[in-house]
């Protein structure tokens, strides 16, 4: 199937049409004409070759939401007509101990991610969600409980979602717990609000003193300006666990002071340049950790989506047209949105 | 009771014999006289004010086993010539949920350690194991179940030998775990052993190709030349646990990729200068940890103790004279120990 995209075809080019080809469903595929995809910093990471490895064309997007509209023959889970979402993974192996416990992005043979293949740069370039159709297998593919109205807003919950949902319940993240989020963007606005619906008192750090306001809206219950070492020093050893979503070079002892004995600090992101080296005393004197976590896996994406569509849980979101994305990137770099940019794709389909 | 010991009067200062006063023992003191005490690595440190906060006269010593001369009025636990050890703590604030929960290394308030005294600095210095007799409160004393002849390579358990059972325990060693020990020396050799009678497969790291037979002879399964990368690279993603026993900066990510998906390294020693900063995407693509640990609470210590016993375990040690410390400081710089020095008290009552 011929579907139109939207690519850029080296790091330094500026994305334009293409066409690119999708696999005729298979018997566990589900074909989804996709209606939003959110803008993530990794398309603009990969787009322009910043991480190792990108294969062009690159047809970023992994934030997908949209309606099935053919399902192979072995298909159970979706019929023609549902609305049906995909994030940062098409596949996995299946078979390691990761895919049996339901967490693909740990898979041990490495997932293929929804734009740029595989990991291991092995096999075929898969093509994202910045185009007019997907075919994914169903293990792959969530389902929305969503109203039909808040679908722009659901997108970004397949990566920025997923992201800060697995660790805050890996670690417990709830009732009786004092949970940090670092940084208040496109991730840490969605910790702000699963921390405080999952019931913990939320502690919102952020570098901008303008964010506070913003931060209590999303559920913070205390905003605090990293910056102010009065506010940083109150907290020491007052916290949990901190979802750190800054993926900037930055000092981590300054958050590790603040747990508790056992808590963790957990990275969701990877820096251009490393951050500076942490204290081992840090860590020794509390029993501390500093640990990392990786999206999330199929089980606990569709649990995210399903807890979210209870609540009327989406993410704050700006609408673009596809034509608009280089400007999106643009305001991107600058911190310039409040969360996330969500591609109309009615916008490509259209043009 | 005035009291023999060796102490240091400044940072330069060589060791000599002085005299202390050791209170009379109170309702809850246990006085004991003093066998052997062990020779950390931290003794020099503090002795030297390789870190901050010595107080002089510095009277080492935490590695230490004796005998009980005399109990205050509520002492139950000792009795006058019970077998009895004191090991890094001698106070703690005893209300805290750490203290609460039998973890006084992590007492929120600080610890009053052996020797140095309490951590923040404020009260009174305390004089520690090289000397004839200390008095402690009753439960900051350990019970020794073990048989007059194995006294002096008890003495090490008391640091070397809970600092690594705490962290082997808390992070579950035991049966169908792979564990790696990082480092063979003072704690090194007492992690090997322990882990090993855990039942964990064990792994030991050692930058020194000579001492694989002796690491096998302590109970390793497999010895590894840390600076042989294809021996490193075999291992990648084995191993559940890694107790990391060495101070000196070095390379984590080395010891991270070989954790297992939720594998945690744990830091018991604090560097010099900061190890080189850890990668994140290390830790985020196998959600692994990067821990710390600090010896380990009283109760622990005691079934460290009680489970050594059972299986007659005791340190490797070489017994040296009072007299011999400043020989012991120069070869323990040269890791010229097989593996711990243990004082024979008997040497500075003779003196």
């Not at 566990?28 to 064309?57: F, Q």
């Not at 702000?192 to 913003?214: C, I, M, N």
């Not at 800054?246 to 251009?272: E, F, I, M, Q, T």
Request: proline residues 4%; negative net charge.
């Amino acid at each position: 199937m011929s579907t139109r995209a939207f690519a850029v075809q080296s790091a330094e080019a500026l994305f334009g049409p293409i066409a690119i080809e999708r696999r005729a469903p298979g018997a566990s595929d589900v074909a989804i004409d996709i209606l939003y995809c959110g803008v993530c910093h990794s398309d603009l990471h990969t787009a322009r070759s910043e991480w190792p490895g990108t294969r062009y064309p690159c047809v970023p997007g992994h934030e997908i939401v949209g309606r099935v509209t053919a399902v192979g023959s072995q298909v159970t889970k979706f019929s023609v007509g549902d609305l049906a979402a995909v994030g940062c993974m098409v596949d996995s192996c299946r078979r390691c101990l990761s895919c049996d416990e339901g967490l693909e992005q740990y898979c041990e043979h490495g997932f293929t991610a929804t734009y740029n293949g595989p990991l291991d740069g092995s096999g075929e370039n898969t093509y994202g969600g910045y185009s007019e159709k997907i075919v994914v297998d169903e293990h792959f593919v969530l389902a929305i409980r969503h109203s039909d109205t808040q679908l722009a807003g659901v997108a970004p919950l397949l990566c920025a979602g997923i992201t800060t949902w697995s660790p805050l319940k890996h670690w417990g993240a709830g009732p009786g717990k004092s949970v940090g989020i670092v940084g208040v963007g496109g991730l840490g606005h969605m910790g702000v609000k699963l921390a405080h619906a999952l019931g913990a008192h939320v502690v919102a750090f952020t570098t901008s003193p303008g964010k506070r306001e913003s931060a209590l809206a999303l559920g913070a219950d205390e905003v605090v300006v990293s910056t102010d070492p009065a506010a940083m020093a109150a907290r020491a050893g007052r916290l949990d666990f901190i979802l750190d979503t800054v993926a900037a070079a930055h000092d981590l002892d300054a958050y590790v002071n603040l747990l508790k004995r056992d808590g963790a600090l957990a990275l969701v992101g990877v820096p251009a340049t490393p951050h500076p080296s942490p204290s081992a005393g840090g860590l020794i004197f509390k029993r501390r950790q500093i640990a990392g976590s990786l999206i999330g896996g199929i089980k606990e994406t569709q649990e995210m989506l399903d807890f979210c569509a209870e609540r009327g849980i989406v993410a704050d979101i700006e609408t673009i047209a596809m034509q608009e994305i280089e400007t999106a990137y643009a305001r991107m770099l600058k911190s310039d949105v409040k969360y996330r940019f969500v591609i109309d794709m009615a916008t490509l389909k259209a043009a």
